[in-house]
């Protein structure tokens, strides 16, 4: 969080693993997909939750590099998507794209061109990237910095007025 008025939204692995878990449950209301394409890294785990959830075996990655720790910068594409995958996709296979967060949407952005027909699925949505994405569990506001478990330690944390007890 480079601003210190930008809020904090710590999320744990059981809160993570059940908002993962209801995106499945909205996934599977719209049908059955042939395979996942997880947006390296934070797409991994709900991917991994969705893919089971739903039984899809034929799981992919794309690694896409658009933050710096807790900076945006520029889009890099590290690992593109199998030419296997682009294929079956081109053949009429349902994708589905899973990440965690949808920002301001470059890096879905970047995604959907590769796989224009695929539905786009996050856990989080911020205003500035949600028309990006199909399907998403919860909102938060753009000013808010989203800390996934793979990210925290049990720490204190002073009170939000700034008082000590």
Do not use: C
């Not at 499945?24 to 996942?36: E, P, T």
């Not at 939750?49 to 039984?55: D, G």
């Amino acid at each position: 969080m480079n601003n210190p008025n930008e809020k904090s939204f710590p999320v744990s692995w059981d809160q993570f693993h059940r908002d993962s878990r209801a995106l499945a449950w909205r996934l599977a209301g719209l049908g059955s997909f042939d395979a996942i394409v997880a947006i390296a890294r934070g797409g991994l785990v709900p991917a991994a939750i969705v893919a089971r959830e739903l039984n899809i075996r034929t799981v992919e990655t794309v690694a896409v590099k658009s933050y710096d720790h807790q900076n945006q910068g520029g889009i890099k594409v590290l690992k593109e998507i199998s030419p296997p995958l682009l294929e079956l996709a081109r053949g009429g296979a349902k994708i589905l794209i899973v990440d965690d967060l949808v920002d301001t949407g470059s890096t879905a952005r970047v995604v959907r061109e590769m796989l224009p027909g695929a539905h786009f699925a996050t856990v989080y949505a911020k205003p500035k990237g949600r028309e990006m994405v199909d399907t998403f569990i919860t909102e938060v506001s753009q000013d808010t910095w989203i800390f996934f478990p793979w990210d925290l330690d049990v720490a204190y944390v002073a009170p939000i007025s700034g008082g000590t007890d």
